[in-house]
């Protein structure tokens, strides 16, 4: 049961914030209930240009969508049919769908969307997911057709994507136009205000296609800072949040509260800039690094053993070929490559290349003390290896073109091919370590080009191989996602598989409920 101080904090609270005045307007509904978010800070939303984001689910819909099994479900779009001769796939859309602003939802948005996505003076890092795609032709107002030079079995996984309003974008900058700061789409929810800084403000849309969403406001509260979330969630400021894991022991028998224990395919690891000229001249040392990390220490220090040991980015995956070298924690084999590669060390234990100090820093995203802690025991670690190494917390964020390392996080909930295609490959559009290896290349194109799954199997089997070679990273461990709730909170699914982030828990966002409020 919700406390009288938190109920009393949560209302003053809400009657502060713009949105949410009195009463009672379709619109604003004062009156009804209303779920508080703990959110990271926005700066835009933009789905067609940035990839995360948990509000984008609540305010944008794609052609397709996932259910709680991660499967591949109709959108915006009811049917779909696929030709094999012409890579052809032609998408019937929904009857009376209309925007937020009450204009009808048509097939020119999409073939807006996807063109604008795939127009590399956007600098979309989605580009790579539709490169297949040759021809985009609408038919009529309801059927879109998409002709790709190429199969790719993930397509359908990709229309995933929120389609953007043609009438209000159509000649407007991509990248910085004000739409993505008052963004309008076809979502369960709809923007009613933005408080840069503070909050983003939504009201239930009454003319959502799957019905009426049941909470009738949803507050993501700016609270960059994952400590202050916790606090913030215990003085009933936020009803749910994503917790860290040492935060997250306070709620487990808190009464009150349930705390969801939730998988992700999300895992964290030492992205290497291979734009930086140390990495060029040092990449054949990586796999040395690698062998220096106890992964099992990190799960067990920074999550309190709620992960596990990662080795590859498809662990959470049906793909993942378990086979490949762990890099399990071993300072012998470590230590054989640095002197196969004539490295020596020093009277301090450290070694050296070249008469220098092997020595890096790597860098953590300030406000993300999950990742903060594992940039601080994983330079630890490698001190123990005998290099020297240093973990930063740069205060104006990560510097992706000047950086030496930083920690990294991505995920595979779905196809296998999202995060890996655009990830790893050459100058793809999410390959922000300049990592280049053309057995790589050739696996994920294989992979996504064969719908036969024994060929798809063995294509990723060997991409992971290739990449197990010659890393990209040091992976570290896949994360848990730790979701605290009032206990008033009805309708999450605890059990379907998270993306990076955490993301996907607001999948079934419209089922929920707040009892007692």
């Given at each position: ?368 003390q999950v990742r903060i802690d594992m940039a601080q025991i994983a330079a630890q670690q490698l001190r123990e290896a005998g290099l020297d190494v240093k973990a930063d917390v740069p205060a104006g964020g990560i510097d992706w073109a000047g950086q ?114």
């Amino acid at each position: 049961m919700k406390k009288a101080m938190s109920l009393l904090l949560a209302l003053v609270m809400v009657l502060s914030l713009a949105a949410c005045g009195s009463g009672g307007s379709a619109d604003d509904n004062s009156s009804g209930t209303t779920l508080v978010y703990g959110s990271a800070d926005y700066t835009r939303i933009n789905p067609a240009m940035d990839e995360h984001g948990e509000i984008n689910l609540l305010l944008f819909n794609g052609l397709t969508a996932h259910d709680g099994n991660d499967q591949i479900v109709p959108g915006l779009a009811e049917t779909w049919d696929y030709d094999e001769q012409t890579y052809t796939y032609t998408f019937h859309l929904r009857e009376g769908v209309k925007w937020h602003d009450g204009e009808p939802f048509t097939a020119d948005d999409v073939k807006f969307t996807i063109e604008a996505i795939m127009d590399p003076e956007n600098g979309s890092e989605n580009a790579p997911n539709y490169e297949d795609v040759e021809e985009i032709t609408v038919i009529d107002a309801q059927t879109v057709a998409f002709r790709l030079t190429e199969p790719n079995v993930a397509f359908l996984e990709y229309m995933t994507m929120g389609i953007l309003p043609q009438h209000l974008l159509a000649g407007q900058d991509m990248q910085e136009s004000d739409f993505f700061r008052s963004p309008v789409g076809t979502g369960p929810y709809k923007l009613k205000s933005w408080d840069a800084g503070q909050s983003i403000v939504l009201v239930k849309n009454e003319d959502y296609y799957l019905g009426t969403p049941k909470i009738d406001r949803v507050i993501f509260k700016i609270v960059p800072d994952d400590n202050a979330q916790a606090v913030q969630l215990q003085s009933g400021e936020l009803d749910l949040a994503l917790l860290t894991p040492k935060d997250a022991q306070n709620f487990t028998d808190k009464e009150g509260y349930t705390c969801y224990d939730m998988k992700t395919s999300d895992y964290r690891g030492i992205l290497f800039n291979f734009n930086n000229d140390y990495w060029t001249e040092n990449k054949d040392i990586i796999p040395a690094i690698c062998y220096g990390i106890d992964r099992e220490a990190i799960v067990q220090a920074v999550l309190l053993g709620e992960g596990m040991p990662a080795y590859g980015p498809l662990q959470r995956n049906i793909y993942n070929d378990e086979n490949v070298e762990h890099y399990d924690y071993n300072l012998e084999k470590s230590a054989e490559i640095f002197e196969a590669a004539g490295c020596t060390q020093d009277a301090d234990g450290y070694w050296c290349r070249n008469g220098e100090r092997i020595s890096f820093t790597i860098n953590a995203t300030p406000g993300d003390q999950v990742r903060i802690d594992m940039a601080q025991i994983a330079a630890q670690q490698l001190r123990e290896a005998g290099l020297d190494v240093k973990a930063d917390v740069p205060a104006g964020g990560i510097d992706w073109a000047g950086q030496e390392c930083c920690i990294i996080g991505w995920g595979s909930p779905f196809d296998a091919d999202d995060h890996t295609y655009k990830v790893f490959g050459t100058d793809k559009g999410a390959n922000y370590s300049g990592y280049s290896n053309t057995l790589v290349d050739e696996y994920l194109t294989q992979a996504r080009q064969t719908e036969d799954e024994n060929e798809r199997k063995e294509a990723y089997a060997k991409f992971q191989e290739a990449l197990a070679e010659t890393p990209a990273y040091t992976f570290f461990c896949y994360i848990d996602a730790l979701y605290a709730a009032e206990n008033t909170i009805q309708g999450i699914d605890e059990d379907t598989v998270l993306g990076h982030h955490g993301v996907g828990i607001f999948w079934n966002i419209c089922d929920w409920t707040i009892e007692n409020q």
